[in-house]
């Protein structure tokens, strides 16, 4: 029986979208790591030429094809910075990311981000406030996220679909064919669950892939900056 592998690459490149990442096609098509960085790159477009370093961690069986991993852990990192296994870490690190691939199917199912570029802290502060005042009105969220000078709180729905260009995420995606936008929290329910949604803004996307499918993907991105949180994809029903 084969034994399930960590394969871990550490790429230094000059800036983020350098091309020290394998993206070379396997058939017509990109590897996964190619996939995960054309995602990163569609996401975070502002981190292009910032001298960052990229870390990328694979899972996979070791008798399998290699390129055709399922789960990529990336992180990005300034010089000199350490990288901390905790969830503390990964608040504190600059930018990290959590992939589950579709091998077979050539695309993304989810992915989740965290760090200081997506003021993963700061949305945590306001989650502990949402469990600590069940009884918060849309006000106080309000409230709580202009004292946490948030840019694009529910006021300001214009600014928010303004930066957002979702043909950024084309590449990635596919030919978008329908969007759909709202701004949505949801207070604790049961104290001991801790199960209270902190604002955000979700992006619903219908696309036609690459492979002329038809996909469904939902986005959330944070309020403060407006930068992309997680997302969710398969095939529309």
């Keep these: 029986m084969s034994k399930p592998i960590r394969w871990q690459c550490l790429f230094l490149a000059g800036t983020i979208g350098a091309t020290a990442v394998d993206v070379r ?13 054309r995602l990163m790159r569609a ?20 008798d399998s ?22 969830l503390e870490g990964q608040a504190n690190q600059f930018l990290g990311g959590f992939f589950i ?11 989740v981000f965290n760090g200081q ?43 928010f679909l303004q930066q957002l260009k979702i043909e950024r995420f084309v590449p990635v995606f596919g030919t978008v064919l329908n969007v ?24 619903s996307l219908q696309v036609l892939d690459i492979r002329q499918r038809r996909m469904c993907y939902n986005l959330t991105f944070e309020p403060i900056a407006g930068r992309l949180m997680s997302f969710r994809g398969e095939r529309c029903e």
Aim: no cysteine; net charge negative; hydrophobic share 35%.
């Design 25 to 37: 096609l396997v058939g017509q098509e990109l590897t996964n790591v190619g996939i995960v960085q």
């Design 43 to 62: 996401a975070y477009p502002e981190l292009e030429g910032q001298q960052l370093k990229v870390l990328v961690n694979v899972d996979t069986e070791y």
């Design 65 to 86: 094809d290699w390129r055709r991993f399922g789960i990529v852990g990336v992180s990005v990192t300034r010089g000199g910075e350490k990288l901390e296994p905790t």
């Design 101 to 111: 691939l579709q091998p077979q199917e050539g695309y993304i199912q989810s992915a």
């Design 117 to 159: 570029h997506v003021n993963t802290r700061v949305m945590r502060d306001i989650a502990d406030a949402l469990e600590a005042h069940p009884e918060w009105s849309d006000e106080d969220v309000l409230s709580a996220l202009k004292r946490a000078d948030a840019r694009y709180g529910p006021d300001r729905r214009a600014e």
């Design 180 to 203: 759909q936008q709202q701004f949505e929290w949801q207070p604790s329910k049961n104290p001991v669950a801790r199960d209270a949604v902190p604002p955000r803004w979700t992006v």
